[in-house]
């Protein structure tokens, strides 16, 4: 599956020169929508082979919500590890998952924060029995290949950018481009660790770096599904000028930074710049 790509016209990036594209990867499935369908791709086998897939999200999970319904469409069992308490009646995001037939299951805190030792994950499997193990968002080594799927679709562009929560999108998406072109990442969260974890993914994927990226920082607004009257504003602003209402925790982070940097002159008259629609 493949998204198209249209072109802004943004005066904002106009005046300095720029072109200015989106690819809408949003539209690629109504149930598992942009990198979503992207990383769990090649991960769709190898857990249809174990019959359950056991995965790790927030309350609000796109990620649980898409594994759930690719568990529904392709046939195997899901189990969703949510951080924090349950809560009923449940959220529309996890209503949904339910309504798929995810199994839902519960961690603190404090022990979510811990669910990649080893002790965790045994008393997981003593609980559950065998699966499939999906990292909190989908990244691995497999979400890295179907991500760099995507930059194979975008030759024509200098800039491709996107949105990074873990990293497994812009790890795939660099390495895809060509040679000339580069990544730009815009982390969701605050702190300086998005770097080491996209070359961590890429060394999973492929032994090393790949490609020519960076993360940019500078715009997670406070952080993971942080929001500011700024943003807000600059959400309410960008539906009015294109149609497209974008979502406070990625694009329009995203798209906020790349039309902050561009009003900087951070890219040099004449590049064409792609910004993903994730989802």
Known sequence: MTSPVVELADERA?????????KRDDLIHPELPGNKWRKLRHNIEPARRQGTLLTFGGAYSNHIRAAAAAGKIFGFATIGVIRGEEHRP??????FAERMGMRLTYLDRAAYRRKHEPDV????????GDFYLLPEGGSNALAVKGCAELGAEVPGFDVVCCPCGTGGTLAGLAAGL?????????SVLKGDFMEGEVERLQRAAYGGRRGT???EGGFHFGGYAKRTPELDAFIADFAGR?????????????MFGVLALAGRGAFPEGTRILAVITG
Do not use: C
Request: no cysteine.
């Open 14 to 22: 106009a005046r300095r020169g720029l072109r200015l594209f989106l």
């Open 242 to 254: 294109h149609g497209i209402v974008l979502d406070g925790i990625y694009t329009a982070k995203m």
């Open 213 to 215: 990226w960076r993360v």
């Open 90 to 95: 449940l959220n529309d995001s996890l209503a």
């Open 178 to 186: 060509a040679p000339h072109q580069r990544a730009l990442g815009f």
């Open 121 to 128: 994950r045994a008393a997981l499997r003593e609980r559950f």
